[in-house]
């Protein structure tokens, strides 16, 4: 009886190892407990704080921002008299903490809240997404940042300048609603685009009877995989239906949020707005040049329907030699690597930028007189490491009818 046991353990154990020949897998005669070769969840640091649960069925990253702005504004200009003293100031821009991360593998999460007094809502993002497993789509709902024009889809971490451009009057920051994803990719080329219906961006809760405004945005990039430049073309739509006794307005500061709204249509008796943005970006090597124009048309009630426009454009160039990184997830440029870490001014200087910017925003049209707002800016940017930045800002604003003001400001930022 014994022998017989034995012999069929034997066989047992030899036809295992002959099926695992044949899956191409070593014969192994002992194998380790599965938590001493993967543990059950691992915490470490990698622009962040993450937490990897077992075979990554769930992790989670937190990260932060803190933008700290100081602005200085010329005096002894007329627009005072029309908008009252420009008052030099400091704020905390953002200063902001997140979590995001995936579980159960397709599904994807973000919760962002922003503690500065000046940016409400705080609530940025709270959004659930479900990427499809058979195809590169992704369908998210709940709060996040409407997917519209290179600069809106540049997180504020890495725009080149502390302010995007006039076109933000335009482009809706956050809003609630279902957001739809989708790209192609091969070595070269890249199809990103997205479709939302969301809601006005004052509401946080999707009501039966809320009307949805549709926002897409198709983007496509080339891209040399040895240089790493690229060419990038865009095309952007934004409908917004008014509900009944509602106003649509547009209104805009320069490119300095210390500084007082300058040009404002009021309010405008309308049942939509609809908008059209065009985009397009080349980066070569060091050097790189940005640009964006928007049209906005106004179905108003009460007058003939109204048009408002907008462009802006922009030169960047490292003396230090790198490039902007482009984030093909999201079609938009992401954060800035210095070649060296910043040590001292003898061996490693970090990354050193320059740019240059034009904005225009005409909000006159008809009997709207919300004014027509010019900018020009100088910038330097110093990034010591990926984490840290330093910004300064020359704007020359001038509204038209009124003496052009100058502001300096300067930002201290802290990201991971």
């Known amino acids: 009886m014994c022998v017989l046991v034995g012999w069929t353990l034997a066989l047992a154990l030899a036809a295992s190892l002959s099926a695992q ?209 690229l060419v990038h073309l865009g095309a952007n739509f934004f409908t917004r239906p008014a509900d009944s006794g509602e106003a649509i307005r547009f209104l805009e500061r320069p490119e300095s949020h210390l500084a007082p709204i300058f040009v404002d249509t009021g309010d405008i008796d309308a049942t939509d707005s609809r908008t059209f943005i065009f985009e397009a970006a080349m980066v070569r090597g060091a050097f790189s040049l940005q640009s964006e124009l928007a049209t906005s048309y106004v179905i108003a009630t009460e007058t003939d329907n109204l048009r408002f426009k907008t462009f802006y454009a922009y030169a960047s160039y490292f003396l230090t030699g790198e490039s902007r990184r482009y984030d093909s997830r999201q079609a938009a440029f992401g954060a800035v690597r210095p070649r060296r870490t910043f040590t001292d001014f003898k061996d490693s200087y970090g990354a050193i930028e320059i740019a240059f910017r034009y904005s225009h925003l005409d909000l006159d049209d008809k009997e709207i007189d919300g004014g027509i707002l010019n900018d020009f800016t100088a910038a330097v940017n110093w990034y010591p490491n990926r984490h840290a930045r330093v910004m300064a800002n020359l704007i020359r604003a001038k509204r038209k009818g009124f003496d052009g003001i100058w502001i300096f400001e300067i930002r201290l930022q802290w990201a991971y």
């Open 21 to 229: 020949e044949e899956q191409g897998e070593p014969p192994e005669v002992e194998q380790e407990p599965q938590e001493a070769s993967e543990p059950f969840m691992r915490i470490y640091w990698d622009e962040g704080l993450h937490i990897a649960g077992l075979r990554q069925n769930f992790t989670v990253k937190v990260g932060g921002l803190i933008q700290n702005d100081t602005a200085f504004f010329s005096k002894q200009s007329d627009i005072e008299v029309e908008l009252g003293e420009l008052k030099n100031g400091l704020e905390w821009r953002r200063v902001r903490m997140y979590a995001e991360g995936v579980f159960a593998r397709f599904f994807e999460y973000k919760f962002m809240y922003d503690f500065a007094a000046n940016n409400p809502p705080r609530l940025k993002d709270a959004f659930l997404s479900y990427r499809f497993p058979f195809a590169p789509i992704r369908v998210q709902g709940g709060r996040f940042r409407t997917r519209l024009s290179l600069e809106g889809g540049t997180s504020a971490i890495n725009t080149t300048f502390m302010e995007r451009g006039l076109l933000s009057a335009f482009v809706p920051s956050r809003n609630t609603g279902f957001l739809f994803l989708g790209d192609r990719e091969d070595l070269t080329r890249h199809l990103w685009w997205a479709i939302g219906l969301v809601q006005k961006e004052t509401q946080f809760d999707i009501s039966a009877d809320g009307s949805f405004g549709v926002s897409g945005r198709f983007a496509y990039a080339w891209r040399d995989q040895e240089t790493l430049d």
